[in-house]
């Protein structure tokens, strides 16, 4: 799927409970759109650059490890969403998640962070599901990437109800 559609259908999609999950109700984001908890972005950036994009937006720092491996916590402003923005990928994108075919592609060299997406935060957007406030925050890193012609990738883009359908993942070269 191409992220310009993504974008929209995220925009689009109705705040419409489904029914009951396992741990958690299950929202027309999840079922279409796959938007849940611990949710990746990777994209083709530098990790101070988009550090600096976060500052800019709506977005407060929260804590940066440096070495090696730098990491970043963020918060939402609004509320409800954490942000963990990694200059490597740990765990997230394995082919136990995704084809073999698209593991290779994720893993291509393109990509130079990972953020990983946590909506169950402490402070909360009032009148505004969690599901919905993480599609914003996806939206917003969509538009970053669109705008600035950033490599990015959703890999949990498919929808529960389309796990098998590994063309729904939205990569933007």
Request: contains cysteine; aromatic residues 10%; neutral net charge.
């Amino acid at each position: 799927m191409r992220l310009d559609q993504y974008l929209k259908a995220l925009e689009d999609c109705p705040d419409e409970f489904l029914k009951e999950g396992r741990e958690r109700p299950l929202w027309r984001l999840t079922a279409e759109l796959g938007v849940y908890d611990n949710w990746p972005i990777l994209l083709g950036i530098d990790f101070k650059g988009f550090l600096q994009h976060l500052n800019d937006s709506d977005f407060t720092l929260v804590e940066e490890i440096k070495g090696k491996k730098n990491t970043c916590d963020a918060c939402y402003n609004p509320g409800t969403v954490g942000l963990r923005v990694r200059n490597y990928f740990e765990g997230m994108v394995t082919s136990k998640l995704v084809s073999q075919e698209h593991h290779k592609r994720q893993m291509s060299g393109r990509f130079s962070i990972s953020v990983m997406l946590h909506p169950y935060q402490a402070k909360k957007m009032v009148g505004v599901n969690e599901i919905r406030v993480l599609a914003l925050v996806i939206v917003d890193i969509g538009r970053y990437a669109l705008e600035h012609n950033i490599p990015l990738c959703f890999p949990n883009s498919r929808g529960w109800d389309n796990l098998e359908d590994y063309s729904r993942i939205v990569y933007y070269p």
